[in-house]
């Protein structure tokens, strides 16, 4: 009875390890027979030459008008006139605001009254004093009321001009804070002017950078609000102090605005070049980073074989490498990390930096 039972259980068993056997018997062939070559690994591959490799400082700096101002009035008086909008481009000297001066025009217009008649009677004294009927002495007096009238008259102008308010350059207006008939003192601000052309940009680098700062020095200027977008400048100006307590010097960049895209406090990332290399390059997918060490896989004979190198300077998707490989050796830039020391490779296509 339990032979009947266990029969066809031992036949299933058997029956199984032998779909098994024959399941698995294929691929061990395939794997482990003699000639058959393991499946190479695609890759994309670049070949290692010496190129130019610029060295650039980067840096933050808060963007300033070249020239910025809050305009206020000299006078405390009733505005008369506004003359301009918010956010006008304005010239030099051009007239912004009038304020009440009806006292100040009469008494200009009295001066020159007593002035044409101050100079009729020094015309007059004069013609008698060369026939001696008047004394030099009474032709002194009336030079000398002639030009304390036209003092008097430069005095009155220098009060009427107080009570105007012009651009000092030519730039920007901001927000108007005044309005038409409001009295204004000396500390009211009436609005901003900005000149926008050129933007100055200060900010600090490391002092051992110093020694490659000069006047002139071109600069690239990049901000959030211009993504893609670079402004092209100059450095203006280079502290003659190192602060130490940062170890940091204080560098000015002039940046040309034209179109007026910078404005003042926008934050900006300076890129300086300090110098260029003669280097060698690869792709920073090259590398593969293994604890405090850097390794590459280079290409030989179709085969991948695993190198250490040593890096240097980087910069966005480039590596400078000091050593470990030499100009003409073909690295894996992709699919570096399907690859043993040793595994065959196939070669998909090559980079470019």
Request: overall charge neutral; aromatic content about 4%.
């Amino acid at each position: 009875m339990l032979k009947k039972i266990l029969s066809p259980l031992l036949i299933a068993t058997i029956a199984l390890i032998g779909l098994l056997i024959f399941l698995n018997y294929p691929s061990q062939t395939q794997q482990s027979g003699p000639g058959r070559a393991r499946s190479a690994t695609p890759v994309v591959i670049f070949n290692v030459a010496t190129t130019e490799f610029p060295v650039v400082v980067e840096a933050l700096g808060t963007a300033r008008a070249n020239e910025a101002v809050s305009l206020t009035s000299q006078q405390s008086d009733i505005i008369q006139q506004v003359l301009f909008d918010d956010g006008d481009v304005v010239e030099k000297g051009q007239l912004l605001l009038a304020m009440n001066d009806r006292e100040e025009r009469a008494r200009l217009n009295e001066l020159n009254i007593n002035v044409q008649e101050a100079k009729r009677q020094l015309k007059r004294i004069s013609n008698l004093a060369k026939t001696s009927v008047a004394s030099e002495q009474l032709l002194d007096e009336q030079q000398a009321r002639v030009k304390a009238l036209n003092a008097q008259i430069e005095v009155a102008k220098a009060r009427l001009a107080e009570l105007e308010l012009r651009a000092p350059f030519s730039g920007k207006l901001g927000i108007r804070q005044v309005s038409l008939g409001a009295f204004i003192t000396p500390s009211d601000v009436v609005t901003t002017l900005d000149d926008l052309s050129k933007i100055k940009v200060d900010f600090s680098i490391s002092e051992n950078h110093l020694p490659s700062l000069a006047n002139g020095q071109m600069a690239k200027a990049i901000s959030v609000a211009y993504p893609g977008e670079t402004f092209d400048g100059i450095i203006s100006s280079v502290n003659s102090r190192v602060d130490a307590n940062t170890r940091s010097v204080q560098v000015r960049a002039l940046i040309d605005n034209p179109d007026l895209k910078l404005r003042p406090g926008m934050l900006l990332q300076i890129n300086l070049q300090k110098n260029v290399l003669q280097s060698l390059v690869v792709p920073e997918k090259a590398i593969i980073p293994n604890e405090d060490k850097q390794f590459v896989f280079v290409v030989e004979a179709d085969k991948a074989v695993q190198k250490e190198v040593v890096t240097g300077l980087r910069r966005p998707g480039v590596v400078q490498i000091v050593s470990g490989l030499n100009e003409g050796d073909v690295v894996v830039v992709e699919g570096a990390l399907r690859l043993r020391n040793g595994s065959a490779v196939s070669i998909l296509s090559e980079a470019t930096l």
